[in-house]
Each structure stands twice: as C-alpha cells, then as structure tokens.
C-alpha cells in the first residue's frame, strides 16, 4: 500500500459507513511506509540481487514489531539503517544474526552480527573459509605467534566444558595462507565495557555471539577485505563507541509521510 494520498478518516466518513475506524499506531504507520512502491524501489536499488525489497520489507515490519521503541527513534535514522542493511545485503533480527536494528535514544544503529561479517567474507571472495569459536576452560587449547603461528583446539567432550576462556577466528585466503585472531575473555570483556551498547542489546543476550564477532573484526585488520566488509567495520566501531553512524536517509523524488490519524 502506498503511503500517497493517503488522507485519515473524517468523522462523517465513520458517520457513512456506520464503523468506528481506529486510528493507526505509529508502528502501523512504519509498516504502510516499508510497503509503499517509492519504499520498496529503494531497497530494491539498494539490495544484492540474492534478497528482495518484499522480502527484506516484511522482515523489517516484523522488527517493528518485536521492538516498538524503534518506532520512538528518529524516523530518518531508522530509514537510513534500513538501507544501510539492505546495501550491506544482511537480514536484520534474531532469526540468522545477521544484524541488530537497535535503538538508542532517538537514534538507531546498525549491530553487525558474526554471522553477518562471515558471511560479507565469503561473498568478497578474497577469503575461502573464515570460522570463529569460543574456547571453554576444560578445553585443550594452545597457540603461538611469531615466525611459526599455529593454532590447535580441541574441545572438552564431557558434560561441563567449564565457562568461557578464550575466543578465535580464522580465515583461509584465498591466495593460500591461513590468518587466526586470539582473545582471553578479560580482552573481550574490556571491548564490551567501552561499548555503549555493552549492557544492553545482544552484548547481554548474545554474549558469545557478539564475543566472536569481536575476534573477527579484529582479524579483519589483516586481511585482504571487501568495500562492503570495510563499511560494516566503520558502522559497528561507531555503533560500540557511541558515535552517530550519519544514517539519514532522504528519498529520491517525492515522498509524503503518513502521520497518525
């Protein structure tokens, strides 16, 4: 539905069709917008061609849904998000994390997940395989640095691997060579304390997930990266520092915004 033209109901229009009409929730409105055709065009011009502006519309309305304080936030930096996900090509919300639409204030900022920068890693096509874990205290786990790097991990197979001690990722290029970054839990939780979203949002929902999201953005400063990877490190460095990640948004052409009524 197009948010055009669309006009709210007088009271002789209730008065004709013998109906109460009730006015829609300023979620409603942000999903009338995501629905609209000018919407719709802009993500499509903005998305890989593996997702779809239906697709990536339907997912957003739901984000709405799940987290109505996005609606409170500063509707040209939620819009601005939106694309910014839909050029990064990553699904927003829990269902891949992917990424995290997350309101702060009244701006909202983009998370990057793990799997999302695993998964711009393998579409840049510079890195054949890039895997992050978690290392657990009853685990066998040794590495060493300098002229010789090398990495071995193997995992506790009894019922108690102990609490979280140490998280690595991995990339295999694709000009053969392999690159790991290693971080102790005391490193990771000093990266969550300086973030501003560190007691809120995934860092306390998804604690593992955001802990080896870390590792890898760390070891993307060795490797050979994409534009797209480069832009998803900028916005989540500024997204954990607090910093405005300049996410308005201004339609092409015009545009007229639905308002409740």
Not at 153 to 163: C, W
Not at 220 to 225: A, E, M, N, R
Request: aromatic content about 6%; hydrophobic content about 40%; proline content about 5%.
């Amino acid at each position: 539905m197009s948010t055009e033209n669309v006009a709210p109901f007088s009271q002789k229009d209730m008065e004709a069709t013998g109906k109460q009409v009730k006015p829609r929730s300023p979620a409603d409105n942000l999903a009338v917008m995501l629905s609209s055709p000018k919407m719709k065009a802009q993500l499509a011009a903005a998305l890989p061609k593996h997702m779809t502006a239906e697709r990536m519309a339907r997912i957003i309305t739901t984000e709405i849904r799940k987290t109505p304080a996005l609606v409170q936030c500063d509707q040209q930096s939620f819009l601005g998000s939106v694309i910014q996900c839909a050029q990064l090509g990553l699904e927003p919300g829990n269902s891949l994390g992917h990424a995290y639409l997350l309101p702060y204030g009244k701006q909202v900022q983009l998370i990057i997940g793990y799997r999302g920068m695993i998964d711009l890693a393998r579409r840049s096509g510079q890195i054949i395989s890039l895997t992050a874990r978690t290392v657990r205290q009853h685990d066998e786990f040794d590495y060493q640095l300098g002229l010789h790097e090398d990495l071995t991990h193997k995992p506790y197979e009894g019922e108690d691997a102990g609490p979280i001690t140490h998280v690595y990722a991995v990339a295999r290029l694709q000009g053969g060579g392999v690159q790991f970054e290693v971080m102790s839990h005391a490193q990771v939780e000093a990266v969550r304390a300086q973030s501003k979203a560190g007691k809120s949002g995934p860092w306390v929902s998804h604690w593992e997930e955001m802990a080896k999201k870390t590792a890898i953005r760390r070891l993307f400063k060795y490797l050979p990266v994409s534009v797209e990877i480069q832009r998803a490190v900028v916005l989540d460095e500024a997204a954990e520092a607090g910093i405005p990640q300049d996410n308005e948004f201004v339609f092409d052409g015009e545009f007229e915004q639905v308002t409740e009524g």
